[in-house]
């Protein structure tokens, strides 16, 4: 078996590098029981197989969320130019079957239901120098904000 699967764009020539979308967020799948993760693991939870790198869906839907009151810790928290504002703060379940942390971009916290359809916004954050990778993505409805 091949230790790692290799993407499309393996032979298509300099831009081979890049075996992961960078537009989406990469978690780990289980080749032997296909448990998949996020963030990436090393160690299957379920049979402890090693975890290749997959990519995930950038689409999911709002399991369950809440709204952030007031501003986290800082650092890593950076409040944006405008000041701290309430935010909504949830579980997206993709449909590779994992849950992921995740700012909701909304711009009436109102609107926000479970169950909504949810979309990634790219650029994907990743982490701060004390936790690379370990960035809280964002997803907006379809229709919703496109970043701030
Ligand atoms: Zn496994």
Sequence with gaps: MAAVEAGPAAEAGPAAETT???????????PRCAV???????????CGGDMVATALS????????????????SPPYQPPPEGFRPFAVGYVELPEGVRVEAVIEVDDLA???????????????SGCAANPGRGVPRFAAPDGPVGR
């Design 36 to 46: 998949v993760v996020y963030p990436e693991g090393a160690g299957c939870p379920r």
């Design 111 to 125: 609107s926000v239901r479970i169950g909504m359809p949810l979309r990634l916004i790219p650029p994907v954050h």
């Design 58 to 73: 950038t689409g999911g839907v709002l399991w369950t969320w809440t709204v952030q009151r007031f501003a986290p810790k």
């Design 20 to 30: 992961l979308p960078a537009a989406g967020l990469t978690g780990s799948q289980c």
